[in-house]
């Protein structure tokens, strides 16, 4: 048995905001009984962080400096993941679409994403991680024995967003919504480090007009035609 085979396994769920990878890996995490890495939390908390001591985001060395020292915890209860910073739950804050746009700036730094790259690994425990975010498949687990790219159109990602904030009482303009996400998409693909692509070896799954049940038993067959686990 290698030294790999010896390492839990991680499922990679990758892809641009709106695509339904944060959902389908609570949901995978929660059948599997595996831990949950949101690395998109990480960098929406560093975000949160800078916005709240009022720090330049293009000051990249205070950045990693914060990314490097965040205290931050996570709890799941009942499959939803709470945020803690500095013992503060701040789940809701680091939703905020100001937070949200500042946290796609600060991830395209390479030294924050430095920071946090060891912070992300160390997140791999047994019985297995569930790993979502943008580079979990090319970049913090290349490893990974099941990997999937999941992706819809910018439009169908505009639209589940505007049905969330409406949700929440905030009224948001469809059209804003749309350069937003285009905009992030841009950005994170044309970056320097770790640009958002699928890897090599990803599945490529587009979830437009494909229902959360649905999107979820396509995973979770990929899971068994690739890894022994229980409760898939």
């Known amino acids: 048995m290698s030294d790999l085979d010896k390492l839990p396994p991680v499922i990679t769920i990758d892809g641009p905001s709106g695509s339904g990878k944060g959902t389908i890996a609570r949901l995978l995490a929660d059948k599997l009984n595996f831990s949950l890495l949101d690395s998109g939390a990480l960098y929406r ?4 962080s800078a916005l709240n001591r009022e720090v330049d985001l293009t000051d990249e060395a205070t950045l990693t400096e914060i990314a490097a020292n965040l205290d ?25 679409e100001r937070v949200s746009m500042a946290a796609s700036k600060v991830a395209a730094m390479p030294g924050v994403r430095a920071a946090l790259l ?3 690994r160390d997140f791999r425990q047994a019985p297995g991680l569930v790993a979502d975010g943008r580079d979990m498949g090319t970049t913090v687990f290349p490893d990974a024995p099941v990997k999937i790219f999941l992706t819809a159109s910018a439009e169908e990602r505009a639209r589940r967003r505007s049905e969330q904030l409406r949700e929440k009482g905030v009224s948001v303009s469809l059209r804003d919504l749309l ?7 841009a950005r994170d693909m044309n970056r320097a480090t770790s ?13 437009t007009g494909v229902d959360i049940d649905g999107v979820l038993q396509i995973v979770l067959q990929l899971v068994r035609d690739r890894i022994r686990v229980r409760g898939a």
């Open 45 to 48: 908390l560093t975000a949160l």
């Open 72 to 96: 931050i915890r996570f709890d799941l209860r009942d499959g939803e993941v709470s945020a803690l910073l500095e013992g503060q739950d701040v789940s809701r804050d680091i939703r905020m």
């Open 118 to 120: 060891q912070r992300q």
């Open 179 to 185: 350069e937003d996400i285009r905009a992030r998409d």
């Open 195 to 207: 640009p958002l692509a699928p890897a090599e070896d990803a599945v490529e799954l587009d979830s």
